[in-house]
Antibody
Framework: QVQLQESGPGLVKPSQTLSLTCTVSGGSFSSASYYWSWIRQPAGKGLEWIGR???????NYNPSFKSRVTISVDTSKNQFSLKLSSVTAADTAVYYCARGTFSGIYYTDYWGQGTLVTVSS | DIQMTQSPSSLSASVGDRVTITCRAS??????LNWFQQKPGKAPELLIY???SLQSGVPSRFSGSGSGTDFTLTISSLQPEDLATYYC??????????FGQGTKVEIK
């Protein structure tokens, strides 16, 4: 059974960089059939796709985040990470990491439990 | 960007009712449409992928249909445990994937 677990600071100051790591257990982390995503959800609001990374290191980001976002992968640790710079209160949200599968169509089949990140001084 | 619009935003139905949620894409996305269920305080879970394929372990009362711009998620007989918010998501775009705004399902 694939499991994903987010980790990182729960409180980040405005203008600083939010950094989260997702550790994956079970399954085949390095398979080319999978991709690894970050999605966030402000309290009481809907889901917002942040970006994804393939095991090759290729990435795609939501243009809404412009140049603030970086997703990276560490295959030796079965981990992938999110960095979001210049954060404001609007970046306060539950952040989810997730695994996606490609089999003719892309779909996200496993999610972490989510971690709340609050941006406040 | 491809915009996804769900309707209704919320609904209330009785146990045993047939429930239908629609999702409309701003342009054709073929069948690149997934549905997720998010129960209160929990992470989303995949229900349907490729518009109509039921994810393993999901009850058969859930079904999906549609292609192009118009899609439907149907719960054939609503159960108390179906209390949740449901989201569609397109994965057609090669760059950005977008979610609908969600449909909250309540039990009367």
């Amino acid at each position: 059974q694939v499991q994903l677990q987010e980790s990182g600071p729960g409180l980040v100051k405005p203008s600083q960089t939010l950094s989260l790591t997702c550790t994956v257990s079970g399954g085949s982390f390095s398979s080319a059939s999978y991709y690894w995503s970050w999605i966030r959800q402000p309290a009481g609001k809907g889901l917002e796709w942040i970006g994804r990374i393939y095991i090759s290191g290729s990435t795609n980001y939501n243009p809404s985040f412009k140049s603030r976002v970086t997703i990276s992968v560490d295959t030796s640790k079965n981990q992938f990470s999110l960095k979001l710079s210049s954060v404001t209160a609007a970046d306060t949200a539950v952040y989810y990491c997730a695994r996606g599968t490609f089999s003719g169509i892309y779909y996200t089949d496993y999610w972490g439990q989510g971690t709340l990140v609050t941006v406040s001084s | 960007d491809i915009q996804m619009t769900q309707s209704p935003s919320s609904l209330s139905a009785s146990v045993g009712d047939r429930v239908t949620i629609t999702c409309r894409a701003s342009r054709s996305i073929s069948s690149y449409l997934n549905w997720f269920q998010q129960k209160p305080g929990k992470a989303p879970e995949l229900l349907i992928y490729a518009a109509a394929s039921l994810q393993s372990g999901v009850p058969s009362r859930f079904s999906g249909s549609g292609s192009g711009t118009d899609f439907t998620l149907t719960i054939s007989s609503l159960q108390p445990e179906d209390l949740a918010t449901y989201y569609c998501q397109q994965t057609y775009s090669t760059l950005t994937w977008t979610f609908g705004q969600g449909t909250k399902v309540e039990i009367k």
